[in-house]
């Protein structure tokens, strides 16, 4: 049960960490974010936040948000909806 206890504990501190910027007003850079750390914006899940980091690794850096657009899964609608918690700066 303690083990449990302890498991428990670290997962909320893991989620923690990686929820606090967003939850804290903090925009995600989409130039160096991780795939959790992009999974904390709301409306992008795992498949997209693995696409978007996998584009980045081969086209280079982004030069706006609206570049996500070139990223599958992702269209203007969907970019309307988080666009708001991204930013864009160079690596």
């Not at 990686?18 to 498949?47: F, H, Y």
């Not at 081969?58 to 988080?82: C, D, P, Q, T, Y």
């Amino acid at each position: 049960m303690k083990l449990k206890s302890l498991f428990m504990a670290t997962l909320l501190a893991c989620t923690l960490l990686v929820a606090l910027p967003v939850l804290a007003g903090d925009k995600v850079n989409i130039n160096t974010a991780t795939v959790a750390e992009l999974q904390s914006i709301k409306g992008i899940g795992p498949k997209t936040a693995s696409a978007i980091v996998a584009y980045r690794t081969e086209h280079g850096g982004f030069k706006s948000i609206n570049e996500l657009e070139n990223v599958k899964g992702i269209g203007s609608k969907s970019l309307e909806k988080f666009e708001g918690e991204l930013t864009v700066s160079k690596k």
